[in-house]
């Protein structure tokens, strides 16, 4: 079964420090990675996308790795601040017709 | 750009009752999916469109959840009987093409 997995659930940080969150896939095969912020209530608002062919993505304050052989991706926040505080979500698409799908998300809680 | 557009936010219903959800793509976008989101978890696909056919129904339940997308932009998903289990955010999202995916805010619907 494909499955995608978030570690950890839910984190807390005071502001100002940097912020690692981590997802990982049980099939090597992806064609893209997609990071999601979700605020409560809302919906999801696109971060970043990693194709299959690179091995990170920037912007701003936000880098996003992609590992294919360790079946893992992850997005670093940089001084991070109280408006980071959210829902963070990984997605996998396997090919370009496939479906994406979500790991259980990250909540971040970053502290004043 | 506007975004992905949703109606209503919000949804009350009693069980065995009927419903249906409006969405609007960002104008251009030749496919449209439906995602269910259960509290805690990442979002699922239900239905995906490409145009006015549709290319992916397969975690649909065809014996109660129906959605259709004439004319290739606006989309409609309905339930009917709706079920306890049915209380979740449904939203829509679009792509220009199988890349990034853009969503809507959500229609979160509770069933008593």
Redesign the interface.
């Known amino acids: 079964k494909q499955e995608v997995t978030q570690i950890p659930a839910a984190l807390s940080v005071p502001e100002g420090e940097n912020l690692v969150l981590n997802c990982s896939f049980t099939d090597s095969a992806i064609y893209n990675l997609q990071w999601f912020r979700q605020d409560p209530g809302k919906g999801l608002t696109s971060l970043l996308l990693i194709q299959s062919s690179q091995r990170e993505q920037t912007s701003g304050r936000l880098n996003a790795s992609l590992d294919k052989s360790s079946g893992r991706s992850t997005l670093y926040i940089a001084a991070s601040q109280p408006g980071d505080s959210a829902t963070y979500l990984c997605a996998r698409k396997s090919d370009s017709w496939g479906k994406l799908q979500f790991g259980a998300g990250t909540q971040v809680v970053v502290t004043p | 750009e506007a975004g ?1 557009a ?1 109606s209503p936010r919000y949804k009350i219903i009693e069980k065995r009752q009927s419903v249906a959800f409006w969405c609007n793509p960002i104008s251009g976008h030749a496919t449209l ?1 439906w995602y269910q989101q259960i509290l ?6 239900l239905i ?1 469109f490409q145009n006015n056919g549709v ?2 129904d397969s975690q649909l339940p065809k014996d109660r959840f129906s959605a259709e997308r004439l004319k290739g932009v606006d989309s409609t998903l309905k339930i009917q009987p709706a079920k306890l289990e049915d209380s979740a955010v449904y ?1 829509c ?1 679009s792509s220009l093409d ?9 229609t ?1 619907l509770t069933v008593l």
Do not use: S
């Open positions: 992905v949703q999916y805690g978890q990442g979002p699922k696909l995906q290319v992916d939203l999202a199988t890349n990034e995916q853009f969503f809507g805010p959500g979160r």
